[in-house]
């Protein structure tokens, strides 16, 4: 006998493998195990070979290589010996796959053994067949196993049926051969035959939708009968899992009724008698009943549409929700994710049992329950809704709060009816979970503050009561800090006091030590102190009484090591040392973030400022008066393609913004920021809060000096459609370095006195009834813009009415027009109409302006119109 | 179709690995360890069912059950019921448990061929041929008889063979 092969019996391989203490000692087993193998198979030993392999397989599942096993597969298959035959066949499927040519030479032995007269040799030949049968074995052997559907031994019929499926799937073109024998199969009474009937039956109709007409039109009723028989049939102990007959026959018949109804209207009604009994009278006290319970919905939700049926089975769902058991719970909420696409009402219905859910114990229940939720919440019901999230959130467990946090913001962003309730659920999420907001939410929470202008008190004063709990939540932080900052002085004078709110006595001291201690904390990141450090710079003008104070603060800073600290403290105690003069403006509060930009970026609805309840609390002086000037329709003009038009009076906005921008109505008091100042602030903060359109913010700022001039047209809802507005282009001057600013101080102030060189006035156009003049002006710093006033004077005798000035300039200039100062003209020069224009020359240097006017007017009641060019600009505008 | 059916115990060793999808060794190997890695990290009384997708790609799901010293895992798509393969875990645990008389995890390691048996009676390619434990046994035991009978049959003339030389 070989000295090799005599080795271990597989028991004793098994335990020696066992006995192993580490990976090593196991690999040395196996290697030698594997050598003696190997030795016997070039041996051709006979006797151990059917042993050698059953290790193999063992050695297999180890997760070794067995590659060299595969032929002593196929000879153990062709030999005669059933123990053999099997374990060839069990090594065939576990060692070998489709893929590999060995398969070629299997095939000669799997079809002798396929009409073998030893059925359970015939059994194993279907079972190696079904597992690893390729597409050219399906096609050889298609015809055996077709025969074999029809066998007399139940066992072989629902292997081959299973076979079946395998050979389809591989070769689809086959499906029609097996289309007759499978139909026949449905109307077998053994269940292992019946069910492997149905599944070969639903796998062709997923492959051929010929096979899909085929069983519509004849198996339907046959179907619908056997699944009455089992749904109603006695006790039977041989199929019996917890006291229901066959629930997998059950799950298979529905599944194959779903696949026969799904768009077809005659065939779904066929069948919605039986789904009613099945969904209303199986027992759902144990897992086998929900089993069909949860198919048959499945079912009714894709067949097609019977309202009634749709409700109870969104109900079945609902009562899963309240089981006891995990698993019907986690399918149930699956099953609602898909049936809200389908009847949403429905669903809502549950909503409190879908709540209950969130609080599971099973994570994976929470975390889809909670996805559920939140594709529930509409308008109607975000408050309530919002107020359980919150609460639980209260609870949760720490894993689980990023997600609920994320789910709550978004939510209460997209449908938060108000601002204040807005700005409350924020708090709270803040206050709970802070360290789990994104950036990006709190920074939506400012800019949404800062367009509140009537709830800043309050929600400074919330924020400050909050900080004063808590400083854990580091985002939290950053929104007091922000606020204590911009609106300090509300919170001490109690400034704006809603009804609601209880009153709270703060000192400026207490002010600046909450910020003091934002700056001091050392679980704070430097983001968090670099905005304290600004807020605190920012009350040195809101609280002179403290300046001591938050100068020895900022000076401690100093010596920080982080260097942004550093830095930051030695500008801010700079300009609190020298350069008094300009603090107050430079500390000035931001201006009203743009929201549009925020809510475009988003793509959310962010609520809409309640227009009407902006107070004027921050006014610049009343500056140009923006005259009710009639519409114009330039259409005509601007259909010229030479000509770049803009209307003067088609938006509103943009004639309002260019007003603050003019010079003539350049800021003569101190409530006016200047723009460079502003801009300082904002490099200075520049802790990523959306970039500011400045252009809109000073449109919002001049809209209480509209409504003093009672302008007509002032569609101030429209607000919101400043997001159509393209960012202008008029950053002010000093956007340099920090320290270009630092040392720039001193002369930017005087730089606001003075406009830029001056031109000398021209005459633009001159007839027999009509003169204009233009004035020009420029901005330091942008060469580019032109500022003209136009004057129009009256040289007829007649009053002109509805003047209207309308201008056109070729597209490399820019033009913005204001409304005029009147519409009347009154006659032979006793008075003038003004207009400022703003152009901007993309060429500047290269090209001079241009324009072409067009002035209408009724004098006596007859329409007049006057056309003109203006080629006489000076040269270097 | 059911993927794969895996039982491995909770040291993670692995005690039956059937593929119905062709699968590379050291593929199979590596879903092995991903199995177990997310069984060890789960909780008591929470739901059988695990989102598989990071494991097995689109369209898998995972149902395991935790027997004694045993996990008993099913991969399957979205064309099973969830609900009634947790019930055929059930169905296999029995028959394993009917075949070996409370059944252990030795009599797994030992009887691994046996195991594969019983499992090709129930699942056939993917799809469930007999749901019941009796005629999964029935099935069983005749192959095992046939087995003795033929082990009869081939031993008994080779030690009368042996005996005559002598």
């Known amino acids: 006998m070989n000295p090799f092969s005599s080795g271990t019996r597989l028991r004793d391989m098994i335990r020696a493998i066992r006995a192993c203490k580490t990976a090593a000692e196991e690999r040395a087993v196996v290697r030698k195990e594997c050598a003696a193998i190997r030795a016997a198979i070039n041996e051709n030993d006979q006797d151990y070979r059917h042993r050698n392999l059953a290790k193999l397989m063992f050695i297999h599942m180890l997760g070794y290589p067995t590659h060299f096993g595969q032929m002593e597969c196929l000879k153990l298959i062709a030999s005669a010996g059933f123990p053999e035959k099997r374990i060839g066949y069990l090594g065939l499927m576990l060692l070998l796959d489709e893929r590999q040519e060995v398969l070629m030479l299997v095939t000669n032995s799997l079809k002798q053994d396929l009409n073998h007269s030893n059925q359970y040799i015939v059994g194993l030949a279907l079972c190696a067949l079904g597992n690893i049968s390729s597409a050219e074995m399906a096609r050889d052997l298609a015809p055996d196993v077709e025969r074999l559907l029809q066998f007399r031994d139940p066992n072989i019929r629902k292997k081959a049926a299973l076979c079946s499926i395998r050979i389809i799937k591989k070769v689809p073109d086959l499906a029609e051969n097996f289309m007759y024998p499978a139909s026949s199969l449905l109307k077998e009474k053994h269940h292992g035959v019946l069910i492997t009937g149905v599944q070969l039956c639903t796998d062709l109709c997923k492959v051929s939708s010929e096979a899909l007409e085929y069983f519509r039109e004849n198996c339907i009723e046959g179907l619908v009968r056997t699944l009455r028989e089992i749904a109603n049939s006695p006790y039977s102990p041989e199929y019996d899992v917890a006291g229901i007959t066959d629930p997998f026959l059950h799950v298979r018949l529905l599944k194959l009724l779903r696949l026969l109804g799904e768009g077809d209207v005659d065939a779904s009604d066929c069948m919605t008698d039986i789904l009613a009994q099945v969904a209303s009278r199986t027992e759902s006290n144990k897992n086998a009943g929900n089993a069909i319970l949860y198919e048959c919905v499945e079912t009714i939700m894709s067949i097609e549409d019977n309202g009634g049926l749709r409700v109870l089975a969104i109900n079945i769902l609902g009562r899963f929700l309240s089981n006891r058991d995990n698993n019907i719970r986690y399918v149930g909420l699956n099953m609602l994710m898909k049936a809200i696409v389908v009847d949403a009402k429905a669903v809502q219905r549950h909503r409190a049992t879908i709540l209950e859910c969130v609080k599971d114990s099973d994570a994976s229940i929470q975390k889809r329950a909670l996805e559920l939720v939140y594709l529930l919440v509409n308008e109607s019901n975000v408050k309530p809704l919002t107020k359980e999230l919150i609460e639980f959130l209260e609870v949760s467990d720490q894993e689980f709060k990023g997600d609920i946090t994320a789910k709550i913001c978004s939510l209460v962003e997209k449908f938060s009816p108000e601002k204040m309730w807005y700005i409350d659920q924020m708090l709270k999420v803040l206050t709970e979970a802070g360290n789990f907001v994104k950036d990006e939410v709190w920074h939506a929470l400012i800019v949404v503050i800062s367009n509140a202008s009537e709830l800043h008190g309050y929600t400074v004063r919330a924020l400050y009561r909050a900080f004063q709990a808590s400083t854990e939540q580091e985002s939290l932080v950053r929104v007091a800090v922000w606020c204590i900052g911009e609106y300090g002085d509300m919170l001490v004078n109690n400034v704006g006091m809603l009804d609601i709110e209880e009153p709270i006595t703060v000192t400026e001291f207490d002010a600046v030590d909450a910020v003091e201690v934002a700056i001091k904390h050392h679980r704070l990141d430097l983001t968090t102190k670099a905005m304290a450090l600004i807020s605190l710079f920012k009350l040195s003008s809101r609280f002179p009484a403290c300046l001591e104070r938050i100068k020895d603060i900022i000076v401690q800073n100093k010596r920080s090591l982080v260097l942004e600290l550093q830095q930051r403290s030695i500008e801010f105690n700079c300009i609190l040392q020298k350069h008094q003069n300009i603090r107050s403006a430079l500390v000035e509060r931001m201006p009203v973030l743009d929201e549009s930009t925020l809510s475009g970026r988003k793509g959310g609805s962010l609520p809409t400022v309640p227009t009407s309840g902006i107070t004027p609390c921050n006014l610049p002086n009343g500056v140009a008066e923006p005259a009710a000037a009639p519409i114009g329709d330039l259409l005509d003009l601007s259909s010229d393609d030479v000509h770049a038009s803009i209307s003067s009076g088609g938006d509103f906005l943009q004639d309002l913004l260019s007003i603050d921008l003019s010079p003539a109505s350049a800021p003569s008091g101190t409530s006016q920021p200047p723009k460079a100042g502003t801009n300082v602030l904002l490099d200075l903060l520049s802790i990523g809060l959306p970039a500011l359109a400045e252009s809109s913010s000073s449109a919002l700022d001049i809209l209480p000096s509209i409504q003093d001039n009672e302008a007509p047209l002032a569609n101030l809802n429209g607000l919101a459609s400043i997001s159509s507005l393209p960012a202008n282009a008029t950053s002010p001057a000093s956007s340099g370095g920090m320290m270009d600013l630092l040392d720039a101080f001193g002369p930017i102030p005087q730089n606001h006195e003075e406009n830029g060189p001056a031109y000398p006035s021209i005459v633009a156009y001159e007839s027999s009834s009509l003169r204009i003049t233009f004035d020009f002006s420029k901005q330091p710093g942008s060469p580019q813009t032109t500022f003209i006033q136009a004057t129009f004077t009256n040289l007829s005798p007649n009053v002109y009415n509805e003047f209207l000035f309308q201008a056109a300039v070729p597209k490399f200039l820019q033009l913005h027009l204001d409304p005029a100062s009147s519409n009347i003209l009154p006659a032979s020069g006793n008075g003038s109409i003004t207009q400022s224009l703003k152009v901007t020359n993309t060429q500047h240097g290269k090209k001079s302006l241009v324009m072409r006017i067009r002035i209408a007017y009724k004098t006596n009641d007859k329409d007049e119109l006057e056309e003109g060019q203006i080629n006489n600009f000076p040269h270097d505008l | ?166």
């Open chain 2, 1 to 166: 179709m059911i993927k794969a059916v895996m039982v491995m115990n909770t040291q993670g060793k692995t005690r039956l690995a059937k593929f119905y999808e062709y699968l590379p060794v050291e593929k199979q190997q590596e879903l092995l360890r991903g199995v177990f890695a997310v069984l060890c990290s789960r909780a008591e009384n929470v739901s059988n069912f695990i989102d598989a997708e990071s494991i097995f790609g689109p369209d898998s799901r995972l149902v395991y059950k935790h027997f004694a010293t045993l996990y008993f895992v099913f991969v399957f798509d979205s064309s099973e019921n969830e609900l009634a393969v947790l019930d055929l875990i059930q169905v296999f645990v029995e028959t394993l448990d009917r075949c070996f008389k409370n059944v252990c995890e030795l009599d797994v390691v030992f009887n691994y061929s046996k195991v594969h048996t019983i499992l090709d009676e129930m699942i056939f390619g993917g799809q469930v041929v007999e749901t019941s434990s009796s005629e999964i046994m029935k099935a069983v035991e005749e192959i095992s008889k046939l087995e003795a009978a033929s082990n009869a049959i081939t031993l008994i003339p080779k030690s009368a063979s042996g005996w005559r030389s002598r």
